[in-house]
């Protein structure tokens, strides 16, 4: 059984950082894309940052030049760097992985707050 679990959340102030760690289990071949996706209260989810297994990236407009998404593929697990948080970047964030023959998955979420 596929499960993926993040880490790395907290309370951070304005103008701080946090690294958040996704962990794939139960993979029998491959993990395609992954990404990460957040959703704060009262709003839709919305995407954050995804990258192909050929580690292409691809960034939500908001937060270009803060965030950092990479992944390990050896370890089935996919980072997310955040620099320069602000408090619009408060939301449960939650990621997503593509597992080839398997389906899409996704992660139980983890909370992150941006104190101004």
């Known amino acids: 059984q596929v499960q993926l679990v993040e880490s790395g959340g907290g309370l951070v102030q304005a103008g701080g950082s946090l690294t958040l760690s996704c962990a794939a289990s139960g993979i029998i071949f491959s993990i395609n894309d992954m990404g990460w996706y957040r959703q704060a209260p009262g709003k839709q989810r919305e995407l954050v940052a995804t990258?192909?297994?050929?580690?292409?990236?691809n960034y939500a407009d908001s937060v270009k030049g803060r965030f950092t998404i990479s992944r390990d593929n050896a370890k089935n697990t996919v980072y997310l760097q955040m620099k320069s948080l602000k408090p619009e970047d408060t939301a449960v964030y939650y990621c997503?992985?593509?597992?080839?023959?398997?389906?899409?998955?996704w992660g139980q979420g983890t909370q992150v707050t941006v104190s101004s």
């Open positions: 997503k992985g593509a597992v080839y023959r398997q389906g899409d998955y």
């Open positions: 990258i192909t297994r050929g580690a292409r990236t």
